[in-house]
Each structure stands twice: as C-alpha cells, then as structure tokens.
C-alpha cells in the first residue's frame, strides 16, 4: 500500500496526558498537512511542512500542539496535556510540491486518520 | 479572511434522480483555487476536482460536473443519474492561488442516495 497512513488509529486517552500521532505520506511527496475534522464539520488546517520545514500553522494550534518532520518523511503531531476540547479525527494528506501554479496544486491525498477520545 | 458554505447540511434523493449541491465562497483574493473532496463511509478523503478563479469554463466528469460562477462567488456540484455509491460527505474548499497550501474546507454536504 502505498497511499498515507497514519498511526494509530484509535487513540483513548484521559484528560491531562500527551498523545502523539505520526503519519506516513506518500513517499514521493514533499508536502505534509495536518488538519483536525470535528463530527458534522470540514477539515480544519493545522499546519503544513514544505520538506522539513513547517512553514504555516493555524492560530487553532496552541502551544499545547506540536509538530514535526525531522528528515522530511514522516511526521509526528503531540498533543500535551490533552483537554475534553481535542476529541477528534485528526487528518494526515500529503501532496506533491505545487511549485508551478497548477501543477497538482491542492490535490491532498489523505490518510483514514487517527481518532482521539479524551475522557 | 477566507470562509466556504455549504448550506445543505443533509440532502437524501432516490437513486437515478439529479441532485446539486451548492457551495458558496468569500475571498479577498483575486486568485484562488476551488476544490470539491467527497468522504465515503470509510472515511478516507478523496479529492474529485480543482478548479483555478480564472477558468470559469463549467466541467463534466462522466455523472459529475461542476459550475463554477465568479459573479455569484458559487461553484456547485451536480451528479447525474445518482447512484447508491455516491453515498458519502461532500465538501467544498477554497484556497490561495500562489501555493495551494492551506485549504480552507466547508462543513460538508452528506448526500444519501436511497435505491
């Protein structure tokens, strides 16, 4: 299989721990998304990388949440502290880099996602 | 600041019936992309089509096939001939033209085709 995955699927966890999450993308590309999808809503950006670097992060992403991408390959999401608030699917989607405006620009190739129960 | 809505939370129909789903966006951008993803039963979402703010040329995919309006800021989505296996959330998104880096979602339509 060579699409997205992400590790693990299900995660429960009670309030106050950390939780990490890590995703695989796809091996050829070099951009990595993280969104959060909450029931009955759309996904919601998180942070992206170009490569190694995380070059956005949403305001939705407090400093209990980090990201990384060490070797621009696979990525880890920490949750710390975990509160009730962070129950949701969280989304892995890679793409290949849209240097030329058009050139596969905003196709996300998404993983099943992790989902998150805090109690 | 960007925002998409989608104003049908739910919509059901009986398989083989037309059925559109509307999509309205605000940008201040004078170039962006659109983008409808449908999310099946099994979660996973898949990408269906990007459309660039320059191109208002309306497409056709095979049952599928999408209007895109600038002087309405709208870019709806029509299936054909509906079928059991269009069953699954579809969302509408936008995002800036110069990277297509963040993708701003809608809430999603659920679509349910009864046999």
């Known amino acids: 299989d060579t699409g997205v995955s992400q590790d693990p699927r299900h995660k429960i966890t009670k309030r106050g721990q950390n939780v990490t999450f890590r995703c695989d993308p796809i091996?050829?590309?070099?951009?990595l998304y993280w969104y959060r999808q909450t029931l009955g809503q759309g996904p919601e950006f998180l942070t992206y990388?170009?490569?190694?670097?995380?070059?956005?992060k949403s305001r939705l992403l407090s400093d209990r949440f980090s990201a990384e991408r060490p070797k621009g390959s696979f990525s880890t999401l920490e949750i710390q502290r975990t509160e009730q608030g962070d129950s949701a699917m969280y989304l892995c989607?890679?793409?290949?880099?849209?240097?030329?405006?058009?050139?596969?620009?905003?196709?996300?190739?998404f993983g099943e996602g992790s989902r998150l129960t805090v109690l | 600041a960007q925002k998409v809505t989608q104003a049908q939370t739910e919509i059901s129909v009986v398989e083989k019936e037309d059925v559109t789903l509307d999509c309205v966006y605000e940008t201040r951008d004078t170039t962006y992309y659109l983008f409808w993803y449908k999310q099946p039963p099994s979660g996973e979402l898949v990408f269906l089509i990007r459309r660039n703010s320059f191109d208002e040329q309306n497409e056709i995919s095979g049952r599928y096939s999408w209007n895109f309006q600038k002087s309405t800021s709208s870019f709806n989505f029509t299936i054909t001939a509906s079928q059991v296996v269009d069953s699954a959330v579809y969302f509408c998104a936008l995002s800036e033209y110069s990277s297509a880096s963040k993708i701003i979602f809608g809430s999603g339509t659920r679509l349910s085709i009864r046999p």
């Open positions: 091996s050829e590309h070099n951009r």
């Open positions: 989607a890679s793409s290949p880099s849209s240097l030329l405006a058009g050139k596969g620009a905003g196709e996300l190739f």
């Open positions: 990388f170009q490569n190694e670097a995380q070059l956005e």
